[in-house]
């Protein structure tokens, strides 16, 4: 089977790589006797979805004698791997893997073959929450996402954010509004909510977002959107459309949770002014 050069830890191929995916993994590899070693197995992060955790927990393997053949006669087998939640020891995950011997710089050639529970987190919240219309193209994605189908996911997220161009800046613009933004900026941002594609939209405003909103190292989310949704769905092959959808999904929903803290700061500010100036006149 054919498999791309770079090499990935066992843990983030566990935790990031979607099914039906195969990957160059660094392992260690304990050797043992009759042509098999035992696999040393990574613990793994996940989102554990019990009532007593619901967020990112530490899960560990159940069993550790994941073995591996040492020898090519054995070019591809099955293993079933076990995980459960340090937290709760209640949730767990079962990973079905499909194995080639590995190599002398102890890399292993892994296909993710399936996952129960499914791949990927619950849909994120802060999208849900800021863009709460019309969201069938994002929920499409995201379960073509978590099936590992690359060119659909990107197709669907790109539909999703082409379809919310209007939405997206009318968030922008309140968050710009809340933090004070200068006319020229609010002005930039109404000429960018006319125009007629995504494109022209972020070419009106490149520099018009509101500093809160930016990502690490500065950098305009919308200008990063635009940039990873331009290129055509076409040009890559399903995994690396794969890697492009995940990346606009987790831009998507960081700008979104973002511009949704900004405003219930803003909400949660002007209640204190409020109250504090009540307290002052000694109005009820």
Not at 167 to 195: E, F, M, W, Y
Request: proline letters at 5%; hydrophobic letters at 35%.
């Amino acid at each position: 089977m054919s498999v791309p050069a770079e090499r990935i830890s066992l843990q983030k191929f566990l935790e990031y790589v979607a099914p039906l995916q195969t990957r160059q993994v660094e392992v260690m590899v304990t050797e043992r006797s009759n042509s098999r070693g035992v696999l040393k197995l990574p613990s793994i992060q996940l989102y554990c979805n019990g009532s007593d955790c619901l967020g990112t927990r530490w899960f560990d393997p159940t069993d550790s004698t994941c073995y591996v053949h040492l020898s090519s006669d054995r070019y591809e087998y099955p293993e079933f791997v076990l995980y459960e939640c340090r937290n709760c020891d209640k949730v767990s995950k079962l990973y079905a893997l499909k194995l080639e011997f590995p190599r002398a710089d102890r890399t292993l050639s892994v296909r993710k073959v399936g996952e129960d529970p499914g791949f990927g987190e619950p849909r994120p919240d802060a999208v849900v929450d800021v863009l709460a219309d019309e969201l069938d193209f994002f929920n499409k994605g995201y379960r073509a996402e978590c099936n590992g189908l690359g060119i659909g996911a990107f197709a669907y997220y790109r539909r999703f954010v082409d379809s919310h161009k209007d939405k997206i800046l009318g968030q922008i613009r309140k968050v710009a509004v809340t933090q004070n933004a200068p006319p020229d900026i609010i002005a930039g941002l109404d000429r960018a909510a006319r125009t007629s594609s995504f494109k022209r939209a972020v070419e009106e405003m490149k520099e018009g977002i509101p500093p809160i909103l930016l990502l690490k190292g500065g950098h305009n989310p919308l200008t990063l959107l635009y940039t990873a949704l331009s290129e055509g769905v076409h040009e890559d092959d399903d995994e690396e459309c794969l890697e492009r959808a995940q990346d606009v999904r987790t831009v998507l929903t960081e700008l979104a949770a973002r511009t949704k803290q900004a405003l219930e700061d803003s909400k949660a500010v002007d209640a204190a002014v409020k109250r504090l100036l009540q307290r002052k006149t000694g109005s009820p």
